[in-house]
């Protein structure tokens, strides 16, 4: 991350001609908001005195305690480079705090360096994260609507002329580059029209403002090509969904604290008792990680996506996959978390589940590695291996029960998240569907 001085900024504003300045924050569903301010505001909002009404995003205050500042974070400054040469824009992620000066408890991205606070407390340095968010591309209509019309045939690892969104995703990554990600791989996925794009590992607070970002240039330079980008985890049925695989690793003095030469496949018994914390609340995490009514159509057999809470060194099929690298990049990979997750809710989640493994040394169940698709329920039941939740009125149910993963959220989250939840699947619970008409219309 790049550390930058006040006057830094003022001298990067004219150099590159910046006219406007948008301070960004993350709300409770993950959704990107911004005020915009002229630069003649910068000074002003590196002050921390702009202020915005809470009252209207979601899960943020009442309407008789709306007043909210916007901290910016100095070190997340970028020109964003498609924007006008005659007028740049530039941003910075903004952290939301109270008017008395302390962290509005409702803020997604403070309530995570809250929980990297209790990492720290362990004696823990460092949570790195490394995504590999999906996406779908699917053509514009004449009025700029998206269709349901993939750009492509292609499968995974395609090359044009199969994969027509090639130039696209060079084009995202080219602007990727240029706002200072490191690209370590871009490549067509399983699915006609899906691609993934993934970039190198960081701290977890900067990883998921670097997912935040990613996903706005995706959309943005998609649009550019007649194109629309979505991380909706299940846009069509029969194909493979989207996922976001999150590869994490905790380090302790500058040592990667997950590797261990002698331990059980060359991990660390800090590792195995992560494994663990991750399998106890994987079924009551999942409302965060997988946080839609659609999340559910992709956690489903036959798909690649997991749906049984197990662990694996080889196997692709269960939850949690241990990547073949060792040394400084052992990491343990989470592989049900799909890319509608707000990342700093879902980073909260996984640490806490992870840390209350370390805490109360918890043992891992012995590693899957047969494919677990093929096993019988009873098989599956024998080895100890659960089900993740199929709807999100299951996940909402499962998350309320775990005081650890509640905890992980804080009772201002907690309460707004499962709030908004419900009204979300009671809509969806109600509605009648065009599925029901075709089954029952004539039938009955």
């Given at each position: ?5 006040k ?6 504003v004219q150099?590159?001609?910046?006219k ?15 005020v915009?301010i002229?630069?003649s ?16 995003i979601?899960?943020?205050v ?15 400054f ?11 824009v530039?941003?910075?992620i ?10 509005f ?17 362990l004696?823990?340095s ?18 700029g609507e ?30 990727l ?6 690209i370590e ?13 993934d ?29 629309h980008?979505t ?14 695989h999150?590869n994490?690793?905790?380090?302790k003095?500058?040592?990667n ?18 494994i ?7 079924p009551?995490f ?15 057999p ?5 749906c049984?809470?197990a662990?694996?060194a ?6 949690i ?6 040394g400084?990049?052992?990491r ?9 997750a707000n ?22 169940p ?7 698709y ?9 080895e ?7 709807t ?8 309320k029960?775990?005081?650890?993963i509640?905890?992980a959220?804080?009772?201002?989250l ?7 939840k ?8 109600t ?6 008409r ?7």
């Amino acid at each position: 991350m790049a550390k930058y001085t006040k006057e830094d900024i003022f001298r990067k504003v004219q150099e590159e001609n910046v006219k406007y300045i948008r301070l960004q924050f993350t709300d409770i569903l993950g959704t990107i908001k911004n005020v915009e301010i002229p630069v003649s505001q910068l000074e002003k909002a590196l002050d921390n005195k702009m202020m915005f009404d809470g009252s209207s995003i979601e899960g943020f205050v009442r309407i008789e305690e709306s007043d909210m500042y916007l901290y910016p974070d100095i070190d997340t400054f970028v020109v964003f480079p498609w924007t006008s040469e005659k007028g740049k824009v530039a941003r910075f992620i903004c952290d939301i705090y109270n008017p008395d000066g302390t962290p509005f408890d409702g803020d997604p991205r403070n309530n995570l360096k809250r929980i990297l606070k209790e990492m720290e407390d362990l004696g823990f340095s460092d949570f790195n994260l490394g995504p590999e968010p999906e996406f779908f591309l699917f053509k514009l209509d004449e009025k700029g609507e998206p269709t349901l019309e993939l750009n492509d045939k292609g499968g995974y690892f395609d090359l044009a002329p199969t994969d027509l969104g090639e130039n696209c995703r060079r084009d995202i990554v080219l602007e990727l580059e240029e706002m200072g990600f490191e690209i370590e791989a871009s490549h067509h996925e399983v699915a006609p029209g899906q691609h993934e794009i993934d970039f190198k590992y960081a701290g977890a607070l900067k990883a998921c403002d670097d997912i935040q970002t990613f996903k706005l240039v995706v959309k943005t330079i998609a649009r550019k090509h007649g194109l629309h980008a979505t991380f909706m985890p299940k846009p069509l049925f029969g194909v493979n969904g989207s996922g976001m695989h999150c590869n994490v690793s905790l380090f302790k003095d500058g040592e990667n604290a997950f590797y261990d030469t002698k331990g059980h496949l060359e991990l660390s018994e800090t590792a195995h008792q992560f494994i663990a914390g991750i399998i106890k609340h994987a079924p009551n995490f999942t409302a965060v990680t997988n946080p839609t009514v659609n999340s559910y159509k992709r956690l489903v057999p036959g798909y690649e996506a997991p749906c049984y809470v197990a662990w694996s060194a080889r196997n692709r099929s269960p939850l949690i996959r241990i990547p073949a690298s060792r040394g400084i990049g052992t990491r343990v990979e989470v592989r049900s978390v799909d890319p509608a997750a707000n990342p700093y809710l879902a980073m909260a989640v996984l640490l806490k589940a992870g840390l209350d493994g370390i805490k109360n040394k918890l043992e891992a169940p012995k590693p899957v590695d047969r494919n677990i698709y093929v096993m019988t329920k009873e098989e599956r039941i024998k080895e100890g291996i659960v089900d993740l939740p199929a709807t999100l009125a299951q996940a909402l149910d499962n998350f309320k029960s775990d005081e650890v993963i509640v905890s992980a959220l804080g009772e201002h989250l907690a309460e707004h998240f499962v709030e908004a939840k419900e009204i979300e699947w009671d809509m969806f619970r109600t509605q009648v569907h065009p599925w029901e008409r075709d089954q029952y219309m004539s039938m009955y």
